[in-house]
């Protein structure tokens, strides 16, 4: 497996929110939005009241960044949240939150969401024992999610696993670190995503 080397972090410097995407990097003093928490360029020290249409683009920018999701796959999951009962807006996070890489992720089985993502269209990940290598499929209860046999093996991932061993997965989740995998034993409700994110204005802005 290739050296992953992670995202550039300037995007959660201009967004000024921890979006993880150096993984547990993000946990620690070493993170660049510890270090300069304020956005890239000359202006970036400057302080910008933001309010209406642009608040709202920065709520699902944010969403979109954090995730790790182009234009048309956000679009495409929101109109799959609108068609489900209940909350568009929490419907949109659980829907985004049972994506495979971000479930990858939280188990443990990858340093961030983008090593989860290259990790599984290389054809590491098994889901219920089949092979899936689409980063977006998403999870349902019951669903058991591995690495592959051969992928265990791997040194890299060993140390991947070994270094998540002390992680606190959110409560839909189980991790059985010995046979690298884990299980979804419940679907998340708004309460199990911390991600900093007001749902509703992103909503708004796509019921204008």
């Known amino acids: 497996m ?21 993984g547990n990097k993000c946990l620690t003093d ?18 910008k009241r ?15 960044r954090f995730y790790g999701i182009s234009e048309r796959q956000f679009r495409l999951f929101f109109e799959r949240a609108e068609k489900m009962k209940g909350i568009t807006g929490e419907n949109l996070l659980t829907l985004l939150e049972r994506r495979l890489d971000n479930v990858v ?25 089949q092979k899936v290598t689409i980063p977006s499929y998403v999870v ?14 791997n040194e890299n991932f060993k140390a991947v696993v070994e270094a998540n061993r002390s992680k606190t997965l959110p409560g839909w989740l ?8 884990g299980k979804v034993v419940a679907l998340p409700t708004r309460q199990d995503i ?12 796509y019921s204008k």
């Not at 290389?122 to 024992?129: E, M, T």
């Not at 994110?197 to 802005?205: G, R």
């Open 105 to 129: 992720y939280l188990m443990g089985l990858a340093l961030s969401r983008a090593h989860a993502r290259q990790i599984i269209t290389h054809g590491h990940i098994l889901v219920n024992d």
């Open 30 to 47: 070493k993170c660049p939005l510890e270090r300069r928490p304020y956005a890239p360029g000359p202006h970036g020290r400057m302080r």
């Open 194 to 205: 911390t991600i900093p994110v007001e749902e509703h204005l992103v909503v708004e802005l």
């Open 2 to 22: 290739a050296k992953y080397s992670g995202p550039d972090c300037r995007l959660c410097r201009t967004e000024r929110t921890k979006l993880f995407l150096k």
């Open 50 to 64: 933001v309010l209406g249409y642009a608040l709202q683009l920065r709520e699902k920018q944010k969403l979109k």
């Open 174 to 181: 189980q991790a059985d670190w010995d046979n690298c995998q």
């Open 140 to 153: 349902e209860v019951g669903d058991v999610v591995a690495l592959k046999p051969g992928s265990v093996k």
